[in-house]
């Protein structure tokens, strides 16, 4: 490799950050799918029991016979779907839960990379100053030796 190519020996460390952070990102994108999926489920419960609230009024209709077991039943469905819907409520708490801890090791592992990456333009630059520095200085003796080559002569 040639002296004048810049090169930043904490590229592999980069590149396990980087590692890191997408798979991180990838972590919290499947906490809010399963998020998605936890909320879906709870409006498809609401839905049915807007259904289930239904039945008695019309179970109960003038001119229609009551069917006491059907009501009984649909009493017991919409107790077992509230009972659902408070465990799906308490599962989606955990989840929002886990979503934060995620985000915040996104956070992290995003501050990391930034660091190297900051770190990584800093001794580019350095390393483009010392160049120019290194290439004025061999103008500077050029010239310096042409100005004396042609005094002599």
Do not use: C
Not at 75 to 86: C, N, S, T
Not at 97 to 121: F, P, S
Not at 124 to 147: G, H, P, S, T
């Amino acid at each position: 490799m040639a002296a004048n190519t810049f090169r930043f020996r904490l590229t592999t460390l980069l590149k396990l950050r980087e590692a890191a952070r997408d798979e991180r990102r990838n972590r919290l994108a499947e906490a809010h799918r399963a998020e998605d999926i936890v909320a879906n489920r709870i409006r498809e419960i609401d839905t049915e029991l807007a259904e289930q609230r239904r039945v008695p009024v019309t179970a109960t209709m003038p001119g229609k016979r009551i069917q006491l077991d059907s009501l009984l039943e649909a009493e017991r469905y919409e107790l077992l779907l509230r009972a659902e819907r408070q465990s799906v409520e308490r599962q989606r708490g955990e989840i929002v839960e886990e979503i934060e801890r995620r985000r915040l090791a996104l956070v992290a592992a995003d501050r990391e990379v930034r660091i190297l990456e900051r770190l990584r333009e800093n001794q580019a630059e350095q390393f483009a100053a010392e160049m120019n520095r290194r290439d004025i200085q061999q103008l500077d003796e050029v010239a310096a030796r042409r100005y004396w080559r042609e005094d002599d002569e």
